[in-house]
């Protein structure tokens, strides 16, 4: 099949070609004869299936078979979760819209609003956008969304899981109400559903199967270790097989940074991105990163999706996600188009129940590799919740690293790790090292 055959126009056909793609993706074959004939569209599919093009594409093509007599105005709006997703979304829109007279804008928060401003004055097709700075100019009447005709919301769980679905409601509210509405995302929860519901005209469904679901390329691996002696094992695992190009995802951004600054102290270079970061400091992490100057990013699962970063060498899953299919999104990231790679997952005793769940997900067992010297202390044991105190700690695992939340009245803490070789004395707070009320902790975030 060619992306000609799907009906796209010359100068579509000609910026793809350009780009080095010879034959559409699965989502791509699908989803551009649907756009292209005007319909709403569901499409179940996570970055790294092409779905970018999928969208710009046929997008462009409507765009240009009603080019519009006098002052342009914006036609086509697509939201996304981060910056970085409106950034290369952007980037594919200018790119495959090179031969087409056709202008994009992308805008999103943590920059001066100043600039943005001005470039709406002159012409915008194309606005991509994330939400929150999208209201500002809304608010601040500085830009105006009467003329939309096609609407994407990519990665709409994400903008859900990030909080961004009142945001989105008020952006919606001004949109005109004839209109083309596209909408992607990697899962299909109940409350995606029940915006694509509220949103989407009779769409046709789309889905394409996760590229890595069945992750031949991968090699996984489970590194069994107690949590204290991560650190140490994931900087013994990278200078021993000297692993270059290493993404590592831990939960939290604290934890991120700390990581980060472990490697670093480790002789590593490492930075960590996530939310807090400023656009800068993201931008930069990731062109070193993708230079290989930088040998380790640490990033959170929010911060990492939609980066356009693929066929790494090593994905390190420092603490496993809570929600299963963000393990299959992680791992995603490695082995693409062929090459192979490799996932590590360092799992301490308290997140058995979330690996559990993830290889029921992947349906397979994945490679336990224990190292010599890492074994976990068999006297700590993840129990499940022993009294109150230790309730509502699921989610932030993780992120008090060496700094336990008090421990106190926990029956079982004699299993803290073997830092420092030493025998655990059976204590409920031993020099800094975390109670086993951590450890626990994980064991519930479900
Ligand atoms: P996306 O899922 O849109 O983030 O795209 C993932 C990666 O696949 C990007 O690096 C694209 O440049 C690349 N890509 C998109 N379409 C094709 C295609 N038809 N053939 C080969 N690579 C593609």
Same mark, same amino acid.
Not at 345 to 354: A, H, N, P, Y
């Given at each position: 099949?060619?992306?000609?055959?799907?009906?796209?126009?010359?100068?579509?056909?000609?910026?793809?070609? =350009?780009?080095?793609?010879?034959?559409?993706?699965?989502?791509? /074959?699908?989803?551009?004869?649907?756009?292209?004939?005007?319909?709403?569209?569901?499409?179940?599919?996570?970055?790294?299936?092409?779905?970018? /093009?999928?969208?710009?594409?046929?997008?462009?093509?409507?765009?240009?078979?009603?080019?519009?007599?006098?002052?342009?105005?914006?036609? /086509?709006?697509?939201?996304?979760?981060?910056?970085?997703?409106?950034?290369?979304? =952007?980037?594919?829109?200018?790119?495959?819209?090179?031969?087409?007279?056709?202008?994009?804008?992308?805008?999103?928060?943590?920059?001066?609003?100043?600039?943005?401003?001005?470039?709406?004055?002159?012409?915008?097709?194309?606005?991509?956008?994330?939400?929150?700075?999208?209201?500002?100019?809304?608010?601040?009447?500085?830009?105006?969304?009467?003329?939309?005709?096609?609407?994407?919301?990519?990665?709409?769980?994400?903008?859900?899981?990030?909080?961004?679905?009142?945001?989105?409601?008020?952006?919606?509210?001004?949109?005109?109400?004839?209109?083309?509405? !596209?909408?992607?995302?990697?899962?299909?929860?109940?409350?995606?559903? !029940?915006?694509?519901?509220?949103?989407?005209?009779?769409?046709?469904?789309?889905?394409?199967?996760?590229?890595?679901?069945?992750?031949?390329?991968?090699?996984?691996?489970?590194?069994?270790?107690?949590?204290?002696?991560?650190?140490?094992?994931?900087?013994?695992?990278?200078?021993?097989?000297?692993?270059?190009?290493?993404?590592?995802?831990?939960?939290?951004?604290?934890?991120?940074?700390?990581?980060?600054?472990?490697?670093?102290? =480790?002789?590593?270079?490492?930075?960590?991105?996530?939310?807090?970061?400023?656009?800068?400091?993201?931008?930069?992490?990731?062109?070193?990163?993708?230079?290989?100057?930088?040998?380790?990013?640490?990033?959170?699962?929010?911060?990492?999706?939609?980066?356009?970063?693929?066929?790494?060498?090593?994905?390190?899953?420092?603490?496993?996600?809570?929600?299963?299919?963000?393990?299959?999104?992680?791992?995603?990231?490695?082995?693409?188009?062929?090459?192979?790679? =490799?996932?590590?997952?360092?799992?301490?005793?308290?997140?058995?129940?979330?690996?559990?769940?993830?290889?029921?997900?992947?349906?397979?067992?994945?490679?336990?590799?224990?190292?010599?010297?890492?074994?976990?202390?068999?006297?700590?044991?993840?129990?499940?919740? !022993?009294?109150?105190?230790?309730?509502?700690?699921?989610?932030?695992?993780?992120?008090?690293?060496?700094?336990?939340?008090?421990?106190?009245?926990?029956?079982?803490?004699?299993?803290?790790?073997?830092?420092?070789?030493?025998?655990?004395?059976?204590?409920?707070?031993?020099?800094?090292?975390?109670?086993?009320?951590?450890?626990?902790?994980?064991?519930?975030?479900?």
């Amino acid at each position: 099949m060619s992306f000609a055959s799907l009906g796209l126009s010359d100068e579509l056909v000609r910026a793809v070609t =350009e780009r080095g793609y010879t034959e559409p993706t699965p989502i791509q /074959a699908q989803a551009i004869p649907v756009i292209l004939k005007g319909g709403d569209l569901m499409g179940g599919a996570q970055t790294g299936t092409g779905k970018t /093009a999928g969208f710009t594409l046929p997008l462009l093509q409507r765009l240009m078979a009603k080019p519009v007599a006098g002052k342009a105005h914006i036609r /086509a709006l697509v939201l996304t979760p981060t910056r970085e997703l409106a950034a290369q979304v =952007e980037e594919s829109v200018r790119l495959y819209g090179k031969h087409l007279p056709l202008k994009s804008m992308m805008m999103f928060g943590g920059v001066n609003i100043n600039p943005q401003i001005k470039q709406l004055h002159g012409r915008v097709d194309i606005l991509v956008a994330t939400p929150g700075r999208l209201l500002d100019h809304l608010q601040q009447k500085t830009v105006d969304l009467s003329h939309v005709e096609i609407l994407v919301l990519d990665e709409a769980d994400r903008m859900l899981d990030m909080g961004f679905i009142r945001d989105i409601k008020r952006v919606l509210a001004v949109l005109p109400k004839q209109r083309q509405n !596209l909408l992607f995302s990697a899962t299909f929860s109940d409350e995606i559903k !029940l915006l694509a519901d509220g949103l989407l005209n009779s769409p046709a469904l789309i889905e394409v199967a996760r590229r890595n679901q069945t992750a031949e390329l991968i090699e996984q691996r489970v590194y069994p270790v107690d949590r204290e002696r991560k650190r140490a094992l994931l900087t013994q695992l990278i200078k021993d097989n000297n692993w270059f190009q290493v993404l590592v995802f831990t939960r939290t951004k604290h934890g991120a940074n700390n990581l980060a600054d472990h490697l670093n102290k =480790e002789d590593i270079p490492a930075m960590a991105i996530h939310g807090n970061k400023s656009q800068a400091a993201r931008t930069r992490a990731l062109a070193e990163f993708k230079t290989a100057k930088l040998q380790v990013l640490v990033a959170t699962d929010i911060a990492a999706r939609g980066i356009d970063i693929s066929e790494l060498p090593h994905v390190v899953n420092y603490e496993l996600p809570n929600v299963p299919e963000d393990y299959v999104h992680r791992i995603g990231r490695t082995g693409r188009a062929g090459s192979e790679g =490799e996932a590590s997952s360092l799992v301490c005793i308290d997140e058995k129940k979330l690996l559990h769940d993830i290889e029921r997900l992947i349906k397979r067992e994945i490679t336990v590799v224990q190292v010599p010297g890492f074994e976990p202390d068999p006297r700590i044991k993840a129990e499940p919740i !022993l009294n109150g105190q230790n309730r509502g700690g699921g989610q932030r695992q993780g992120q008090g690293r060496g700094q336990p939340r008090s421990g106190g009245g926990q029956p079982r803490t004699g299993g803290g790790p073997r830092t420092g070789g030493g025998k655990p004395a059976g204590g409920a707070s031993r020099g800094g090292v975390p109670s086993s009320a951590q450890h626990r902790s994980g064991g519930r975030g479900r």
